[in-house]
């Protein structure tokens, strides 16, 4: 169905903490139109990732802030309704950076044709889109993992830690880490196939849940909290240990600046390597990634799960789930019918 107008949500101001409605805005606009070289793009799927927190903030960052009044950035799977582009045709499903919104306009070079045939087309967001991409690269390339090494992953169920947890078991890890509900735990031990995951909400002593978790120590910690998990896993870091600092996630809506490694000293005794990743930094190797975890998900040794919610209108209440913890998996907004279902 096409709308007679554009929605959008923009951001009305900047948020104090976790975000609240007030600090975004539903607005109507005109539904664009495409020029030359362009497409016109309807959204049917808007995915919601915890970066979006870092980007309504106006702090230094690895990329610019969404301005006042400016319509919320993010990735979505979208359908070709009007081409003047060569390379899409109308019907073609494309990923897009269209943002909160109903319609998009878009030159070709910023769209990359997802088949159908290959995986539910929602995956492009999720584990065969940037999430998946962050966990294969991060993983592989920052922490290079060793067969029979352990590596230990937080926010474990996640659209990343499940994916980091699942290809550390295909390449020959012992693989542990933590979530937050006894439902994620089961996830992560009986679908993705972990040694061993622990609920840090209810485990009273989160330092020593780690060191039974394990018990010959960490040689990846995939850091994507920070915090108390963060402090805990890196003092179970073995010498010559990699961290992969992918994210914060604990600290995203703090108000004063938390003191996230006051133990740096440990860096030193153990010689752990320390470092920050961006997926972004790693798009020469999207393409064969992509190919290989496909193949994975064909084989049935990489799963996944997504929460699906709809109604844009919804993108601003649902955002605060990540933080709360009531995703399992991909949080992703349904914005339109998805023509691929029948
Ligand atoms: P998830 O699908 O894992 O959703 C977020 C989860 O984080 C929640 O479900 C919750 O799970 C957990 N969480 C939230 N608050 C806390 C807290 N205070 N303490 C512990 N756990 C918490 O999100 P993603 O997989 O998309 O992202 C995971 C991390 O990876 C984030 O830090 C994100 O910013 C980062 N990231 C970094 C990228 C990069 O290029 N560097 C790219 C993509 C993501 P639970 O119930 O287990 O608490």
Known sequence: MTRKSNRQITLARRPHGLPVAEDFRLVETPVPTPGEGEVLARTIYLTLDPYMRGMMDDTESYDDPVPLG??????????????????????????????????????????????????????????????GLTAYHGLLKVGEPKPGETVFVSAASGAVGATVGQIARIK??????????????AYCLDDCGFDACFNYKTCGDVAQAIRQACPDGIDVNFENVGGEISRAAMMQLNLHGRMAVCGTISNYNAT????????????IVRRIRVQGLLVTDYEDGHAEALKEMAGWIAQGELVYRETVVEGLENAPATFNR?????????????????PTKG
Request: hydrophobic fraction near 45%; glycine fraction near 12%; charged fraction near 20%.
């Open 256 to 267: 004063d600046v938390e003191q996230v490694a006051d133990n740096l000293w440990w860096y």
């Open 322 to 338: 990540l933080f709360e913890g009531s995703n399992f998996g991909k949080l992703i907004i349904q914005v339109s019918d998805d």
């Open 172 to 185: 020959g890890c012992r693989v542990a880490g933590c979530a937050g509900s006894d439902e994620k735990i």
């Open 70 to 131: 400016g319509v919320m950035i993010g990735s979505t799977v979208s359908q070709v309704i009007e081409s003047n582009h060569d390379g899409f045709a109308v019907g073609d499903i494309v990923e897009t950076y269209a943002g909160w919104q109903d319609y998009v306009v878009a030159p070709g070079a910023a769209l990359r044709k997802i088949d159908p045939a290959l995986a539910p087309i929602s995956t492009a967001l999720g584990v065969l889109g940037m999430p």
